[in-house]
């Protein structure tokens, strides 16, 4: 905790001003945002922000009002909109997007510079001087600021609310605006935020890619980034987070579908003056077609004297006022519940996975904590929570499992359901595996040599096994591995084969699928990636790991057979973006699937394959066993690869990594 809390803090922050609103009020106004009643008429008008530029040539506007606080305006008539992309790494994925999704021009060259006409706009922002409006008569807008406010509510973002407040009340000496753009082409958002995510960002709103699975998604707009430019920071260093998360401890208790928890956190801010954080948090979750939302329900947050703090969950984002609160590390505790206890398909088994089931800061590099976890459930559900087992035993009508976690991770998961379980204890490691329904010794005993013969082979080349306790938990389903702290989740192909006609299909591969989820115990979780840019950090480190170990236990053929796997699909995808966007790409859902898989889990470590010829093996596994050795339970950068590598082979890596991972150029 003291190494991040050393990285995070920064002098960019003032003592608190005098406030006119309240920390509710402010919420509540900027959630139901008026329009004044003296309308202007426009003509000629420029809004400049970040690398916008709104040119309102004629029309009329209007002074929007949070809590009876100017905070923007709201034009309607003939306008258009300009925005520069400065960040030339990211051109080939905002080329590819405009083209793919939107209906945006591209003025191309060395930047690309995209325009569009629109006839409506709602501009806030907060720190720093608003728009000027003068004169009156113009046009009546208030039908039009219903349907445009109707309109955008179909995201489902609480930014523009939450962005406000946050500012207000958390760092008032930065700035932040947004902008709502419709009536052109495309519905579009504009964001410029000095306040948290540090990026500023154009964002298109388009519907549900599947609008015949339920009108409920079909009558939302989803977010695509057309393009994100840091604010204050170097693309390849990611921005300090405006809170941190360092200790989660929570029980839960599950009957059924319903659920209570109660979590504890240690968080940190950035200032000690910092009055409000935003954390992520979902709100609900889609089970089925024509049935109920699934909710989550934040009951009541409180500070370590019990107070209870005014707070806002809207859809997926937790504002939390900490007025009162001292010291720059606080804790929280949440009580939160619902029937969000989904089970996929009827089966006997729920998960709460790898997303924000509990409140969590949005910026992976704010996410670094030990856990505790007391986990509830009613019988026969057996529970499961990563780490070192405390206590297994049962209360009444209740299994209880209770695990800690003492190094920092990411994505705490908890599963539970009808199990069996087989375990071994090897050299001290603890291999559990969980069969889904039936008994299953024979493969159970399989799995477990299959993972100790991994696990044995990493520590070789990537140090020492993180976690006393691994389990390995049967999801019934089909094709997929996931890989939390001290966890694999793996589909029935894993545990029968032979069992029908589809495990056939998806057991070709099972090995290599089983070698990656392992190695993401180093990839992910002893080194860790601080953004989705470095994701390639854990990807595709974890599958040239994997195929360096069934190169070992398999032979030649298999590892060369990957090699070649990867050239093929990353030929493919390379030239759409470089690595580090591989989350950002749009068009075809399928398509954007096998890009981004492409990118990550093809030219990533073909990348990584090209790296292992030149510098031969024993410097190439002395690299890798000397990453995880130097950033063990911290994050990584490709910044930091370049670095080690030309500390180990004096050679300067940063041209290759620019050509090969921040372009879109092959390596030979």
Known sequence: MNSLLSWLVFACLVASPVLSATFTETVT????????????????????????????????????????????????????????????????????????????????????????????????????????????????????????????????????????????????????????????????????????????????????????????????????????????????????????????DYLLVADGDNARLEVTETLFRANPVQNAIRLDMEDELFVKVSRPMRTFNVRSVTDAAGRALPFDHTNTSLIVSLDGVPGQVFKLKFIIDGDFLVREGGDNAWQLGTWAWFPQPESFAAQAYTVHSLVKVKKPFVPFAPGKTIARREEGDFNVVETSIDRPVQF???????????????????????????????????????????????????????????????????????????????????????????????????????AHEIAHQYWAHVVKMPSLEEQWLTESFAEYSAALALKKLKGEAVYNRLVNGWRSRAKQASGVAPIPYANRIGGDPRMAFSHRFGLLYAKGPYLLYTLHKQIGDTQFLTFLKSYQKSFQWKFGTTNDVAGLLQFMT?????PFLDQYFWGTAMPN
């Open 412 to 514: 705490a998961v908890v599963h539970a359901g009808k199990y069996t379980t087989v375990e071994d204890t090897r050299d001290g490691i603890t291999v559990r595996i969980a069969s889904y329904g039936l008994p299953r010794p024979r493969a159970s005993k399989q799995l477990i040599d299959l993972a100790f013969g991994l696990i044995d082979y990493y520590q070789y080349f990537l140090g020492p096994f993180p976690f006393p306790e691994f389990n390995i938990i049967q999801v019934n389903s089909y094709g997929w591995g996931q890989a939390p702290p001290a966890t694999m989740f793996i589909t029935n192909e894993a545990f029968d084969p032979i069992i029908d006609e589809e495990a056939q299909y998806f057991s070709e591969g099972i090995n290599e699928r089983f």
């Open 29 to 248: 106004g900027a959630k139901n945002l008026q329009l004044a009643a003296d309308v202007s008429p426009i003509s000629g008008m420029t809004i400049s922000v970040g690398h916008m530029t709104f040119k309102l040539a004629s029309g009329s506007a209007a002074r929007v009002l949070a809590a009876g606080e100017p905070v923007g305006i709201f034009f309607k008539g003939s306008g258009s909109l300009e925005y520069e992309t400065a960040e030339t790494t990211e051109l080939p994925a905002v080329k590819f997007n405009v083209h793919a999704e939107s209906h945006l021009n591209n003025s191309s060259g060395g930047r690309a510079v995209l325009g569009e006409p629109f006839g409506e706009l709602l501009f806030v922002k907060a720190g720093g001087a608003l728009p000027e409006l003068t004169g009156t008569g113009g046009a009546s807008l208030a039908e039009a600021f219903t349907a445009h406010r109707a309109l955008f509510a179909r995201a489902k973002s609480s930014a523009l609310a939450h962005g406000l407040a946050l500012q207000k009340f958390g760092v008032p000496a930065a700035m932040f605006a947004d902008a709502e753009v419709s009536g052109g082409g495309d519905n579009l958002a504009y964001r410029y935020d000095a306040v948290d995510t540090r990026e500023e960002s154009l964002i298109l709103l388009r519907p549900y890619a599947y609008p015949q699975m339920d009108k409920r998604l079909a009558d939302r707009l989803y977010p695509l980034a057309i393009s994100s430019q840091p604010i204050g920071h170097d693309r390849k260093v990611t921005a300090k987070p405006l809170v941190g998360l360092t200790d989660v």
């Open 650 to 654: 004096k050679t300067d890596y940063k």
